[in-house]
């Protein structure tokens, strides 16, 4: 399987972490539990943001990007 990563927030950076809070795809949402996780990656020494991920199964362009 291959994969291609975007990122839309301007503060995310080059090697930050981000933990899903929500999974959204294929017209469904999925909630997820961080807190822990999110816990234990800041104790190692990395830069955590938690937030939604969006899901696509091709690049998204456009005006398309804009409304995710």
Known sequence: M???AGAR???LEPGDVVVASEVHGDGQKTSCVTDALAE???AEGLRVKVGTIA????IVRGE???TM
Request: aromatic fraction near 6%; charge should be positive; charged fraction near 55%.
């Open 2 to 4: 291959r994969g291609f």
């Open 9 to 11: 927030d301007p503060s």
């Open 40 to 42: 234990v990656l800041r």
């Open 55 to 58: 899901s696509r199964d091709r």
């Open 64 to 66: 398309e990007r804009r």
